[in-house]
């Protein structure tokens, strides 16, 4: 099976930290978000993933590469113009990269569904396009779908008026497409699948499919986060639980963490990461690769990409650190944070809630 992944979004409500690297590439955890997403598609028999890049396709695959050992093969497209979530899958089949049938992702999401449920209902319903849903408390920023016991679609409403919600299903951004629907998609120009080309195909063959487990938007710090949180506990399925106990602790074997620190919760220390004597981490932190927790330092409910370094006796609560972040002895970071790559905040300086520091900014 082939899958194609929308990847073209410009995360822009996880700025400053998808300023220096597309949002797919970010470091979720221990590894780049988009890479759960090719697992999730590898445990499902995808073998053929297409990346459709709108902008920035040479950082996504210089972090990604060209292929998965034991998993899918990976190709990436870029647009010269956004295209949209409907155009990249005709630019894709007018270069020869699509089947008879295939399967289309948005790109920002960790999720664990069963997609090969999806596959089978998509088949044993003769569907011509099906689409994965999944319920949730407030369908307005979503696309809400109205469907019949048997999954027919009876109507497709991105973005719905709240007097418009009559259901809790939404459209998950994963669907089964035959290769007819590529002939509904204008060629050139941008093309909203959501609202030019599902409404046509109600009651043409468009199908849904209400799907249970793990299923998460990571587009905003807050859900960044909790998505964070969510692997180290293992509620959903990752590769990441391989690495981590039961209460969700994983100290890589090349991590040096000082006999006197306090490690509380769901917390990860990765290879060449230091944490120093006294410091208290958790409950639930990400320390990744070559980052350094000073001495006395505090660091909670926060993310700190790789190579970050907190100086003696700081606290950081609530944050999402960027990759050789450095924050001064005794400085303050306090939560809703976020801090670009490189950027410096200095000694004993207390940040405000919610500060966003540019990558290489100072705060002082
Ligand atoms: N290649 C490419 N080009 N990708 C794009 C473009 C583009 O011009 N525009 C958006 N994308 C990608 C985004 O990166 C994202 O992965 C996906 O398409 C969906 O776009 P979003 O901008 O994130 O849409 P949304 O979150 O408001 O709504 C969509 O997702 C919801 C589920 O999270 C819709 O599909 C809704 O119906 C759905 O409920
Ligand atoms: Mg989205």
């Known amino acids: 099976m082939q899958a194609l992944v929308l990847v073209g979004g410009e995360g822009t409500r996880l700025r400053p930290l998808t300023l220096t690297r597309p949002k797919p590439a970010l470091p979720l955890v221990d590894r780049p978000f988009i890479r759960y997403m090719v697992d999730w598609l590898g445990r499902h028999g995808v073998s053929e993933v297409v990346m459709a890049c709108g902008f920035r396709a040479e950082d996504l695959r210089a972090s990604l590469g060209d292929s998965i050992p034991g998993g899918p093969t990976i190709r990436y497209v870029e647009e010269r113009e956004p295209l949209g979530t409907a155009g990249p899958i005709r630019l894709a089949a007018d270069e020869g990269l699509l089947g008879e049938r295939f399967l289309v992702l948005n790109g920002d999401v960790l999720t664990d569904l069963d997609l090969t449920a999806h596959m089978r209902a998509h088949e044993e319903r003769g569907a011509v396009a099906s689409l994965a849903l999944y319920p949730v408390e407030d369908p307005t920023s979503y696309g809400l779908v109205r469907r019949r016991d048997d999954g027919e679609v009876l109507g497709f409403l991105e973005k719905p008026d709240p007097s418009e919600i009559d259901t809790d299903e939404v459209n998950a951004g994963a669907y089964v497409l035959e290769r007819s629907v590529v002939d509904l ?71 040096d963490v000082d006999p006197s620190a306090a490690l509380e919760g769901a917390v990860l220390v990765d290879s060449g990461a230091v944490v120093g004597a006294n410091a208290k981490v958790g409950p639930r932190a990400v320390i990744a690769r070559d980052a350094e927790v000073g001495e006395g330092a505090v660091v909670e409910e926060s993310v700190l990409h790789p190579g970050c370094t907190i100086g003696e006796g700081a606290t950081v609560r609530g944050a999402i650190l960027g990759s050789g972040a450095e924050i001064g002895e005794g400085a303050t970071v306090v939560p809703g944070a976020v801090v670009g790559e490189e950027a410096r905040i200095e000694a004993g300086v207390v940040l405000e809630p919610d500060a966003r520091v540019e990558p290489g900014g100072v705060a002082a």
């Open 185 to 255: 998609i204008p060629p050139g120009r941008m093309v909203s699948i959501e609202r030019e080309i599902f409404p046509k195909l109600v009651g043409n063959g468009l199908y849904g499919l209400r799907l249970d487990g793990y299923w998460m938007d990571i587009g905003t710090p807050e859900r960044y986060l909790q998505a964070s949180w969510d692997i180290l506990e293992r509620r959903v399925q990752t590769e990441v639980a391989d690495r981590v106990g039961e209460s969700g602790l994983g100290i890589d074997e090349h991590a």
